[in-house]
């Protein structure tokens, strides 16, 4: 749900202060989409929010629990050492992340969050002062831990002034002058008639064991970060800090060590540094001894090292800033630490020394091996970017990351962020023609594309959960926008099958999918699930995981006592499944390992799930029946491995009671914990759901110190539990004992013993065998339930499809339709119906050959490896044969299919389109696939040849050239003129055109080849009458000519300058153009004055003759110079008078113009030579034959041997010009010799 924050005047000055308490791993996959109580164990990050503990896993260290009102979309997560793996663990250990990253939680001061946790050792509480925030509770996923009443939803509740004096049935109320203002008149309690009957008189109010210490000096710091070591340990480590939110960095920061579980603290600020400024706190998950503590990277960028729980530290430099880190699951002293620049490092020495693992790593996308499925314990699983839109899955080992040792899991690219390793699973995506493809390997294993039903067609699709061999994905379709499926996988990860439509989803604060989806601690197989039906949410059970649901029965009482009319199924229970994303921050349910059976969640009874009259329920045997406790919003905490129940109060106002009940939520009873009420920020509980110590953090008023109070709870139990204390309790599903295939008894404490179950408490379980019936099986891929509850196929499904695996001789599952749901333990019964049977392979023609790229695309770059991919559907691959033919005249042939599962890979090299056509054939019949593959290269750069000048009304032609000359397919779009709206769009390379009108036309060219995308663009001088001539130059001007067309335009202006001094031409009447390439010559442009000629073809004749007059003179005079730079003097000649203008003149080039002379005569005779006799020598002739074979081809049939005189004239001629061509066009993407400068632009001359 969304938080809604609504700040009271007296308060709008208060600053937020945030509880982030961060344990020993935390999240840093960036997981798109998140169940309920399960959470994607991609990795933990210092900035992450989503957070998990887990319980159960001893690598994990510390245990907690949050309690009380986060900002509504996130999710408690767990953190499991052992191993980096998503998973919905029941309850408290729910989905837990096998991240070994740990990171102590941050406290805000908040006046209306109420933070409690527990697990772990690293939590931040902060405070906040806002009077009413409306977001959804989050539960942690393992022991005791940290409550936050933290959000007070604003919601519409019952009147309680109407129902304090009510008779039994009323929830425990507040006491005057708690949780009320000073001004507020005396308000006379609400007591149940359990609880009146349990409760003590007014005036012996019950108090627990606590103490008081206050953080003096840190009035003024608005976040901390808490790590209780536990497990016996007494040691609790606190950093507080002063964060800057215009600054957006840490200020100021102290740090505060207690021994003596939180009686006492001491300032340790004198032995980090005095002027250190740390801000963040890790904690080893296989080691809680040993601590590690950030600088704050703007100030000093070094990290801190204790070894002895903080109690002395060393000081290490940085050299790069940390963003995230990852603890390995089992090596205490192995890290990963992702950078700000993408660069991944690892350490063996905590910290201690780092190097460089990879660059370009994608962020969030890096995982430590898992043993037993990964070669090496030190293997790294990661994605590198290679470009926008591309990336590689690669394995690296972690000392040794070179280029030889890296491994390619994946063949060919994936799309950015898609690498998720769980588990035994790894998941990639790749997008081909717009839509994306899912591949999944099991165990390391191959590659294999998920397959979800035919017409699923996906638009988002995350993987959830991925416990106890199979895969939980929540799919939305391309028909929903709020909503997501759940579909539940194989053991293989490979064929899925739906478990629920429609489930409720919302938007965490991170931009993560949250979906509402619980799974219960402490009982296999159960969840919880919010679906939308005709725009009503409804909450929905299930025992058997998903394969069937039904609604909660609401209970029959109310807390008065009155019966409740709720008739199924138009009336039911919601319960509200949000959790906060601040794991440090309550959610509205909660379950434990500890105490299996039981569940407390806060929702509604009625038609649908509302957030109006939101009340507390708890049911003791696991769902089945439901009791109302309070009509208000509290946060339940598990104490005592779940022997007793904890409840504190959501309010913006401060607090100085909390609620205990020893019989499962029966009977409550209020304890006050201080005797000045307190502006709660959040509790902190000794690791694991054996809490008896717990700290609440808080403060008198919004200007004080950090009050610490420490409450032990071992006052209020007088003995330790014996076996009389304990009872055996049966799991049913409304009356049902066969649950997953067998019947579980567990052994629990009786509600009416008030006893210390201790560290030592396990919960014992004995479970019997179930005949199997159809409820232990859910349709198998391909199959759908009717409304009967048989599984049918659908109708896209063949079931005599085979998989392309089975081999004649061999033998194969032939489906049922149905498949038993995992880790169901039934036996007997109906399994031999409705398990798959085993049956013989047969011969098979080939059917659905699949031929792409491993890229996905149908194009391919000039001279780099092509991967192709080939799958069969159906037909024995064993025994039939591949044959792959690339188009350009190679081909290869496979004996199966098998031996070309990691693709063939192939280099082209030229440009062009091919087609590439792969026959799979076997004895029985064939099958061939086709696509057309353009194999192109980049475009460099393109320049539009056309005229300076242009005749009105007479034809020009433009011409692009495009560098390199062969690139692949081109499309040219031309802009002339002023037609500037409707492009001509063109496959060849020139146009013809007419400019109507006189004065300056522009022409744009764009050239798009593949996703480049060039431009350029020529003004040209429209005139009805003109003349030109070139102009040459003297040889120094070569010397500094860099052929770009600024330096010839630039040059050109310094021309036309010359040309008027030397012969005072008006400037309007002359135009001068430098031509691309060398030796640089020119051409100038005289237009005649119309006022003079009146606009007569005669006389603007003899007027331009009269003026080339005057500027020939002046040419052939040398009166025509300019000074390039100082000692450069360049002379212009007239190109078509003489030799001379070719070279320079002065005295000291007279041998060189002689020599230069000559060698254009030697040069010119050798040519004439070798034309002449050039179809005599091989090495000229190959081109000139290679052309007339294709000419060959393209001419008529009708007269073969036919060749008039004048066609082979042509040839002649066309000889010529490939002759001059294939001296001076560079072939493909090859470039000419970077000594030789040639110009393909070719100057138009018109007279």
Request: glycine share 6%; charged share 20%; proline share 4%.
């Amino acid at each position: 749900m969304e938080r809604e924050v609504i700040f009271c005047p007296k308060r709008q000055s208060a600053f937020w202060f945030v509880i982030l308490m961060m344990l020993c791993f935390f999240d840093a996959d960036n997981a798109e989409i998140t169940c309920r109580s399960c959470q994607p164990g991609n990795k933990w990050r210092a900035q992450e929010l989503l957070l998990k503990f887990d319980s159960s896993e001893s690598a994990t260290g510390l245990k907690g629990e949050v309690f009380g009102r986060g900002d509504g979309a996130g999710r408690a997560a767990a953190a499991s050492a052992e191993s980096r793996r998503l998973r919905c663990a029941a309850g408290s250990d729910e989905c837990a992340p096998d991240r070994g990253e740990h990171t102590e939680p941050r406290l805000k001061r908040n006046t209306d969050n109420l933070h409690v946790k527990g697990e772990i050792g690293a939590r931040e509480l902060a405070k906040t002062k806002v009077s009413n925030v409306k977001t959804s509770q989050q539960e942690d996923s393992a022991g005791e831990g940290v409550t936050s009443a933290a959000r007070y939803r604003k919601r519409t509740r019952r009147n309680s002034d109407d129902e304090k004096t009510s008779s039994p049935g009323s929830a425990p109320s507040r006491d005057p002058g708690e949780g009320t203002r000073p001004a507020a008149g005396r308000r006379v309690p609400r007591w149940s008639g359990d609880e009146r009957r349990a409760a003590t008189p007014r005036h012996e109010e019950l108090k627990l064991n606590s103490s008081t210490f206050a953080l003096t000096g840190d009035s003024s710091h608005n976040q901390a970060m808490v790590h209780w070591s536990g497990h016996n340990s007494s040691v609790i480590l606190m950093l507080t800090k002063l964060f800057d939110f215009n600054l957006n960095s840490v200020t100021e920061s102290s740090l505060w060590r207690s021994t003596d579980y939180g009686a006492t603290y001491q300032k340790l600020n004198d032995k980090v540094g005095a002027k250190t400024i740390l801000s963040y706190l890790y904690v080893s998950p296989n080691n809680k001894r040993k601590i590690m503590l950030l600088t704050d990277p703007e100030v000093e960028n070094s990290l801190l090292i204790s070894s002895d729980e903080g109690a002395t530290y060393q000081k290490y430099r940085l050299s790069f800033y940390i963003l995230s880190l990852l603890f390995h699951p089992e090596q205490e002293d192995w890290i990963l630490a992702y950078s700000h620049d993408q660069k991944l490092y690892s350490s063996v020495e905590f910290g201690r020394r780092w190097q460089v693992v990879h660059e370009r790593v994608a962020p969030n996308r890096f995982y430590w091996s898992k043993m037993g499925l990964d070669k090496e314990p030190g293997l790294i699983h990661l994605e590198t970017s290679i470009s926008e839109g591309q990336a590689l899955y690669v394995t690296c080992k972690l000392q040794n990351c070179t280029d030889a040792n890296k491994g390619k899991p994946f063949p060919g690219y994936i799309d950015p962020n898609s690498l998720v390793v769980q588990d035994e699973y790894v998941f990639v995506q790749v997008s081909a023609a717009g839509r994306p493809i899912y591949y999944v390997s099991a165990k390391r294993d191959v590659f294999t594309p998920m397959k979800l039903p035919k017409y699923t067609l996906p638009k988002d699709l995350h993987v959830i959960s991925t416990d106890e061999n199979r895969v939980v994905a929540a799919v939305q379709e391309w028909n929903q926008n709020e909503t997501y499926n759940l579909y539940v996988s194989d053991t293989s990860g490979v064929y899925y099958t739906l478990a629920l439509e429609n489930v409720v989803s919302s938007m965490g604060p991170e931009g993560n999918v949250m979906i509402d989806l619980y799974e219960v601690a402490g009982i296999k197989g159960m969840f919880l699930a919010n679906k939308k039906t005709d725009n009503q949410v409804k909450t929905y059970i299930t025992y058997n995981r998903g394969r069937d649901w039904r609604l909660l029965q609401a209970p029959r009482k109310d807390l008065r006592g009155n019966s409740i009319h709720c008739v199924l199924p138009y009336c039911s229970l919601h319960l509200h499944l949000q959790v906060s994303a601040n794991p440090y921050t309550s959610g509205n349910i909660a379950s434990r390992e500890s105490a299996p059976g039981i569940i407390v969640a806060s929702g509604s009874i009625g038609s649908e799930l509302t957030s109006t009259n939101v009340s507390v329920f708890v049911a003791s045997d696991a769902g089945n029946t439901w009791r109302q406790i309070f009509d208000e919003e509290y946060a339940v905490l598990y104490l005592d491995q779940g022997g007793a129940l904890v409840a504190i109060r959501h309010t913006p106002l401060p607090i100085r009671h909390l609620w205990l009940s020893f019989d499962e939520g029966l009977q409550w009873n209020k304890y006050s914990f201080t005797n000045t009420p307190l502006f709660v920020d959040g509790v902190l509980g000794e690791p694991g759901e054996e809490t008896l110590i717990m700290t609440i953090f808080g403060h008198v008023s919004h200007r004080s110190e950090w009050q610490l109070v420490k409450i032990d709870f071992r006052s209020i139990f007088n003995r330790r539990c014996t076996e009389a204390d304990y009872q055996t309790w049966h799991l049913l599903n409304q009356g049902e004992p066969c649950l997953m295939g067998v019947k579980r008894i567990y052994r629990k404490l009786k509600p009416t013993s008030r006893c210390v179950m201790g560290k030592t408490y396990s919960v014992s379980m004995t479970s019997g065998p179930c005949d199997c019936t159809e409820a232990d099986f859910e349709c198998d891929y391909g199959f759908e339930r009717r409304t009967d509850g048989k599984c049918t196929p659908a109708f896209w499904f063949h079931p005599s499809t085979m998989s392309r695996s089975c081999t004649t001789g061999m033998t194969f599952l032939n489906s049922t339709g149905y498949r038993k749901v995992v880790s169901n333990n039934c036996t007997a019964g109906v399994s031999v119906e409705y398990t798959a049977r085993r049956q013989q392979c047969p011969v098979q023609a080939p059917k659905g050959l699949h031929l792409v790229t491993s890229e996905g695309t149908l194009s391919a770059t000039l001279g780099t490896n092509v991967t192709f991919l080939l799958f069969l559907e159906e037909g024995d691959g064993a025994r039939t044969s591949i044959t792959l033919d690339f188009g350009d005249g190679h081909a290869l042939t496979y004996s199966n299919v098998s031996s070309i599962e990691d693709g063939i890979k192939h280099i082209y090299k030229a440009v062009g389109i091919y087609r590439v056509t792969a026959t799979g054939e076997n004895s029985l019949g064939s099958e061939t696939v086709m696509l057309y593959l353009h194999v192109t290269c980049q475009l460099e750069y393109i320049h539009l040849s056309a005229p300076f000048v242009a005749v009105r009304n007479k034809e020009v032609n433009l011409t692009a050239v495009l560098w390199p000359s062969q690139v692949g397919t081109v499309t040219y779009i031309w802009w002339i003129g002023n037609n500037t709206e409707q492009p001509v769009i063109t496959l060849e390379g020139s146009v013809a055109c007419t400019f109507s009108q006189e004065g300056t036309s522009t022409v744009t060219l764009q050239v798009s080849a593949g996703n480049t995308i060039l431009q350029d663009r020529k003004s040209i001088a429209v005139h009805e009458y003109f003349h030109s001539h070139l102009l040459a130059f003297s040889s120094n001007l070569d010397d500094h000519n860099p052929d770009v067309a600024e330096w010839r335009l630039d040059v050109s202006r310094v021309i036309k300058k010359s040309l008027i001094e030397a012969t005072g031409v008006r400037e309007d009447r002359l135009l001068v153009t430098v031509l691309p390439g060398l030796p640089t010559a020119a051409e100038f442009f005289l237009l005649p004055d119309k006022q003079l000629t009146e606009g007569k073809a005669e006389q603007s004749s003899a007027h331009l003759d009269q003026l080339s007059e005057v500027l020939l003179n002046a040419l052939n005079q040398n009166l025509v110079q300019f000074t390039l730079r100082p000692g450069v003097q360049v002379t212009v000649y007239a190109a078509h008078l003489s030799a001379a203008p070719l070279v320079d003149t002065s005295e000291n080039h007279s041998g060189s113009a002689m020599l230069m002379l000559l060698s254009v005569v030697v040069v010119g005779l050798a040519v004439f030579v070798i034309y002449k006799f050039k179809r005599k020598i091989p090495g000229l002739n190959v081109y000139a034959q290679m052309q007339n074979e294709k000419e060959q081809e393209m001419m008529s049939p009708a007269n073969p041997t036919g060749a008039t005189a004048s066609s082979q004239r042509d040839l002649v001629h066309s000889l010529e010009i490939l002759d001059t061509e294939f001296n001076s066009r560079p072939i493909g993407c090859m470039k000419p010799h970077v000594h030789v400068k040639f110009s393909t632009e070719l100057p138009t001359y018109i007279v």
